[in-house]
């Protein structure tokens, strides 16, 4: 791909995916779709650049989620994000780590397995990313 080739800056920003031509490699836009994604994907960049973080989108992250698998509510602030991160690299090191105490908005500390845990992040990581492409387009 065009990362070992081109020091092209656009074919490097985008990890050798996709290629806006010019490097010499074979991995040029051609799809109109992924070309529409990706302009896309980077016009959310630059407005965010140039406009700042939407201070409403922080806010309707922070709230937190209720989980549809576990039925709880949970905070989801900056702390929070780095509990959760947290807790999942643990998971991923310790294959013998079956369960954690996590702290819900409506039900106190409550145990959950490691394959509750791994749902809880994704549907955590599914509210933010709602709520990013609520406020950002």
Known sequence: GC???SPNPLCLMVRGVFCF????????L??????????????MVFKFSREGP????FKAIYTGFTSASTGR???????DQA?????????LLKPDLA??????EDAGI???TREQFIEVVLEAGQHKQEQIARYWT
């Open 83 to 91: 509990n959760f991160n947290q807790q999942s690299t643990l998971f």
């Open 21 to 28: 031509g010019g490097c010499g490699c074979k991995n040029r």
């Open 110 to 112: 409550v145990s959950l």
């Open 3 to 5: 990362l070992l080739r």
């Open 99 to 104: 369960e954690t105490q996590w702290k819900t």
């Open 73 to 79: 509510q949970f905070r989801f602030n900056e702390e």
């Open 54 to 57: 939407n201070p409403e989108c």
């Open 30 to 43: 051609t799809h109109k779709r992924t070309h529409k994604s990706l302009i896309n994907l980077l016009h």
